[in-house]
């Protein structure tokens, strides 16, 4: 009987959620960003190239796009990683991976945000990384040189791409980003965080995985968008779902 009584008020949990989750923005799984590159809906993308290859199972990002992410001064958005000199090749491959989960990840959707500008209208805000992604990108980049530490504006694009603006100096990262945290969060606008959280937790987004293993942040985008549902609820109902969240995705898996 109380298995029976568990079950049923499980049911009703997941039903008044889903109600209360169709509410602007309605989608939070499964979807691609309104912004400059972007498919409108993810798909299959069996040619993506080497480092977005992950996502290539459910891509929001063309095959081109993600060719171009590999490339300097791309046509994705003219931005020269050698503005201070050459950036270490280890260094390198983290802002290569960074645009990969940005143009191809479908698992951002709890974090996307509404912006006016002229190249986007959405944006991610505050996507808690895993802590080892944030400390081995700042440990890579530590002797590669940049000349500041919000590299979404400020710069001067006179030439076509990115040049450092007049009396910007350059200076090995850990001068401008002092910690992990500090590089997660401010490089580009706190479109990131450095989380509490380890890899393989399923509470934070891992920017580099094995798609052999399958995709573990879509575990934590349904995480964050069943605890945002409860947040969003009147106070009681929201609090015991959100304390229900672990029994109900071991249920709904079983």
């Known amino acids: 009987m109380a298995q029976l009584v568990t079950t049923e008020l499980l049911l009703l949990l997941a039903g008044v959620a889903a109600v209360w989750a169709a509410r602007p923005r309605t989608e939070l799984l499964n979807v691609c960003m309104d912004a400059k590159h972007h498919k409108e809906k993810p798909s299959p993308e069996d040619e993506l190239h080497e480092q977005c290859s992950p996502w290539k199972k459910n891509s929001c990002c063309f095959a081109n796009t993600s060719r171009e992410?590999?490339?300097?001064?791309?046509?994705l958005y003219r931005f020269n990683w050698d503005h201070c000199g050459q950036m270490a090749p280890a260094c390198k491959q983290h802002f290569i991976q960074d645009t990969c989960l940005y143009e191809c990840s479908p698992n951002l959707g709890p974090?996307?945000?509404?912006?006016?500008?002229?190249?986007?209208?959405?944006?991610?805000?505050?996507?808690?990384?895993?802590?080892?992604?944030?400390?081995q990108w700042w440990e890579d980049c530590r002797t590669s040189y940049t000349?500041?530490?919000?590299?979404?504006?400020?710069?001067?694009?006179?030439?076509?791409h990115n040049r450092c603006p007049v009396g910007a100096a350059c200076h090995h990262f850990h001068f401008y980003f002092p910690t992990?945290?500090?590089?997660?969060?401010?490089?580009?606008?706190?479109?990131?965080?450095?989380?509490?959280?380890?890899?393989?937790?399923?509470?934070?987004?891992?920017?580099w995985f094995d798609p052999a293993q399958g995709n573990p942040n879509e575990e934590v985008a349904r995480f964050y968008a069943l605890a945002m549902s409860a947040?969003?609820?009147?106070?009681?109902?929201?609090?015991?779902?959100?304390?229900?969240?672990?029994?109900?995705?071991l249920w709904l898996l079983s």
């Open 180 to 207: 992990p945290a500090a590089l997660c969060s401010e490089i580009w606008s706190h479109s990131y965080k450095l989380s509490n959280y380890s890899r393989g937790s399923g509470r934070c987004i891992q920017m």
């Open 111 to 135: 974090w996307i945000q509404q912006v006016n500008q002229s190249w986007r209208k959405e944006r991610i805000l505050n996507v808690p990384l895993c802590k080892e992604d944030c400390q």
């Open 69 to 75: 992410a590999h490339k300097d001064i791309s046509y």
């Open 147 to 160: 000349c500041k530490s919000n590299w979404h504006k400020g710069w001067d694009w006179s030439s076509g």
């Open 231 to 249: 947040g969003a609820m009147p106070h009681g109902i929201g609090l015991l779902l959100l304390s229900l969240v672990p029994i109900l995705q």
